[in-house]
């Protein structure tokens, strides 16, 4: 069968001559034309986007294996991407054929599978602006859009996640999960005025030289007791103390002969914790958003809070993809690379309370869906999916159709950024996926951008924020994108200091060792001069700083 395929940004023609197939018996045609209203809203033209080469091979592949059950003599398709308005054809499909039903099977099976199996996606909708539709220009459009531009990126990420429904655990199992309730102090703490010294509780104004120890108390004891004048109390470190008006005087300070005292050296402090100094009861005691770190658990317990309400634990699938990539215990042939980006994603993820599933994906489409298939259980009940590489628009860049095949929907798929420009992200339900560049520092950009940003979403945690430091060193690389310059991050007190790290593409790795911080360098961008005042993004494992 003769196949002639054709992607056009231009209008497709009225009149199409038919292939030229020597005696046949019928010439079918049939012309996808975009109508008015989308979802019920009225429109004034649909965008249409695709990989072109694959699209194309797809188109011829399907055709291949539907001629085997409708036989035909020829097919002419053409379809048209970018920008098209209201009334104009999208797709075009010429079918000859011996028979009629036949060529009208084919068509059938044909239309039925293209949606599904080929790389040509519906992007949007442009809405109606007015009668004149043609005032907007629309057949001259181009069909790439402009990528957005980074801020507009964490904009649509955080529109589009929502957190996940919160979970009561253990103390035990709360470790590392991001706290979804403020949690209030039960009652003022300390919960009584306790000693801070082993030594011997008098009256705070007592003068005397001697005096009578009247009582013992030890840390769990309770025994409350107006002192007199002269009369002590012997007391244990966090021991409560018998009545108000007291001060503590350290054993060592004291001299003592069976059950009389003598204060040998006097003291300024009271060495007493007063009741509710450190919280008072009702007052916020851990708020909500945050990581529960070992001493916050230990605040949650001393408050009596043993089931707390948190984040679930996330489950993410990670693909690597990419032919010329080769385990890390492997020697590379000629044209391999070792694989960097699994444990690059497995070290980053260690900040979050996550399962994670790791494979690699073949470098062929086909092959890649079904392997995709034997995961598909694990895929349907990940909250995050993960693929490395394959989110540009080469010949075998095929992430953006693989994601939509298992069923997300395509937010972006390139941000004006460098490194990092093809960064894909989708959604399906509640569920999150990005197809991140391949070049190890384009992903190690991409993940504390985009990734970290949607997976504190996803946990109830405040994302990262830029913060404010200066360069000790002058960064001078004026681009027409923002860059993420990575840079070594010293805490200097009040002055932070970034150390721009020398990279020279997206593919660099050596950076990354010493890599703590994302200074971010505007779009167009004058040389910026050492002691710059700058914005920066921490990196490295300090997803929650």
């Given amino acids: 069968m003769e196949i002639e395929i054709e992607l056009t940004r231009g209008p497709i023609v009225e009149k199409i001559l038919p292939q030229s197939t020597g005696a046949r018996g019928a010439w079918l045609e049939f012309r996808g034309v975009v109508r008015g209203e989308e979802n019920g809203q009225r429109i004034s033209a649909l965008e249409y986007e695709a990989y072109p080469e694959m699209a194309a091979r797809e188109i011829r592949r399907l055709l291949g294996e539907i001629s085997t059950r409708h036989p035909c003599l020829a097919t002419k ?199 509710g100094e450190e919280v008072k009861s009702g007052a916020p005691l851990v708020w909500a958003g945050v990581r529960l770190d070992a001493g916050k658990l230990a605040l949650l317990a001393s408050a009596g809070c043993v089931q707390p309400l948190v984040s679930p634990r996330l489950r993410v699938v990670h693909f690597t993809t990419g032919d010329e990539v080769t385990p890390p215990d492997q020697t590379p042939l000629p044209g391999q690379i070792r694989d960097s980006n699994s444990i690059l994603i497995r070290g980053l993820l260690q900040d979050y309370s996550c399962d994670l599933a790791q494979s690699h994906l073949p470098e062929n489409f086909e092959a890649a869906k079904e392997k995709i298939n034997h995961h598909k259980e694990v895929i349907e009940k990940a909250n995050v999916v993960l693929i490395s590489g394959g989110a540009s628009v080469g010949d075998k860049d095929f992430t953006r159709p693989l994601l939509e095949s298992l069923g997300f929907e395509i937010v972006f798929s390139q941000v004006a950024i460098r490194p990092g420009r093809p960064m894909i992200f989708g959604v399906s339900g509640s569920r999150i996926a990005f197809g991140l560049p391949g070049n190890p520092l384009s992903h190690f950009v991409c993940f504390h951008l985009f990734v970290a940003a949607a997976l504190a979403k996803l946990c109830g945690a405040p994302p990262g924020r830029f913060l404010r430091g200066r360069l000790s060193a002058p960064i001078n690389d004026p681009n027409p994108r923002e860059t993420l310059w990575p840079a070594r991050l010293e805490w200097a007190g009040a002055n932070t200091m970034l150390h721009p790290l020398k990279w020279s593409s997206s593919g660099d790795l050596t950076c990354l060792a010493e890599a703590g911080a994302l200074v971010r360098v505007p779009p167009n961008s004058p040389a910026l001069a050492a002691g710059a005042e700058v914005e920066f993004l921490t990196a490295g494992n300090n997803c929650f700083q």
């Fill in 77 to 275: 398709i053409i379809h048209r991407i970018g920008a098209i308005p209201v009334g104009e054809t999208a797709i075009y499909v010429g079918v000859a054929s011996a028979h009629r039903g036949e060529g009208i099977a084919l068509l059938a099976e044909f239309m039925d599978k293209l949606k599904q199996d080929v790389p040509i996606w519906k992007r949007r909708a442009l809405p109606f602006v007015g009668d004149e539709v043609t005032s907007l220009n629309i057949s001259k459009k181009q069909s790439t859009v402009s990528p957005g531009t980074l801020d507009d990126a964490l904009a649509k990420i955080s529109s589009r996640c929502a957190p996940l429904p919160a979970v009561r655990l253990s103390l035990q199992e709360s470790l590392g999960r991001i706290l979804r309730e403020t949690i209030c102090a039960p009652n003022d703490l300390p919960d009584a005025d306790r000693s801070t010294r082993d030594g011997y509780a008098i009256l705070e104004n007592d003068c005397s030289e001697t005096f009578l120890m009247v009582d013992t108390l030890h840390a769990a004891d309770w025994k409350p007791r107006q002192l007199k004048i002269s009369e002590a109390v012997r007391i244990a470190t966090g021991a409560s103390l018998p009545c108000e008006g007291l001060r503590v005087v350290m054993q060592e300070n004291v001299q003592r002969n069976g059950d009389k005292i003598h204060i040998i050296k006097s003291e300024t402090d009271h060495n007493i914790r007063k009741r």
